[in-house]
């Protein structure tokens, strides 16, 4: 059973367009995570949803919106896209302990061209 | 706010020799996880090993071991007997502040294990 999926695993697209991508987790996990990889490889955090409450924002652009429907879901849906938002997405859950976040484990990544 | 550093872009080695990724991290918590995570060419982001900063003894993972040394703010990772599907990306991660904050990642290394 796959434990953490996404979907789509591809996304080409046009400039201007708005598109989601789908998460989902059946760890029982607490938390989700969306990541952005970049062409140089270089990972970093956009979101995460702690028992369906948005935990941060960085600094991530408002087309960007992510949506938990429930605490196994995590749904990210970018609007007007530009041609910067190629990459790789990749979502992420974990539990949440007292000494901070456990092992994190990453969805297959969705690779996202914006033409 | 956190830094995770990873001074080495990439290294080759042959097979079945020892190689050491270094990475270094900045924080002011006293309790905490630290984590290496391999990345091959399939793109899905696989957690190499996992260590409890309170925790003396390094950890280890079959091949896998890190040397953690708390008061320098070190975590390498060395692996043993290289094999030919060690060839990945190597990405060093710290949890971006408490809680459910995310994962800040290093600049990640890519490791070569050559026939």
């Known amino acids: 059973d796959t434990a953490v999926s996404q979907t789509p695993k591809y996304l080409v697209t046009q400039m201007g367009n708005d598109k989601s991508i789908k998460c989902e987790q059946n760890l029982g996990h607490d938390t989700m995570y969306w990541y952005k990889q970049d062409s140089k490889k270089f990972l970093k955090i956009m979101f995460s949803?702690?028992?369906?409450?948005?935990?941060i924002n960085e600094t991530v652009p408002n087309r960007f919106s992510p949506k938990s429907p429930d605490k196994a879901h995590l749904n990210l849906h970018i609007n007007s896209l530009e041609l910067g938002d190629s990459a790789v997405y990749f979502c992420?859950?974990?539990?949440?302990?007292?000494?901070?976040?456990?092992?994190?484990?990453f969805g297959p990544g969705t690779r996202l061209t914006v033409l | 706010a956190q830094t995770v550093t990873q001074s080495q872009p990439e290294m080759s080695v042959q097979e079945a020799e020892t190689v050491t990724l270094s990475c270094t991290y900045d924080t002011s918590e006293n309790n905490y996880y630290l984590f290496w995570y391999k990345q091959p060419p399939s793109r899905q982001m696989i957690l190499v090993i996992r260590?409890?900063?309170?925790?003396?003894q390094n950890a280890t993972e079959n091949r896998f071991s890190v040397n953690f040394q708390k008061a320098a703010k070190s975590f390498s990772l060395k692996i043993s007997d290289s094999q030919l599907g060690d060839t990945a990306m190597y990405f060093c991660?710290?949890?971006?502040?408490?809680?459910?904050?995310?994962?800040?990642f290093g600049k990640g290394t890519h490791l070569i294990i050559q026939p």
């Open positions: 991660a710290f949890p971006s502040g408490g809680g459910a904050d995310g994962l800040t």
């Open positions: 260590q409890e900063a309170y925790k003396q």
């Open positions: 949803y702690n028992n369906k409450e948005l935990i």
């Open positions: 992420a859950s974990s539990q949440v302990l007292a000494g901070g976040s456990d092992t994190q484990y």
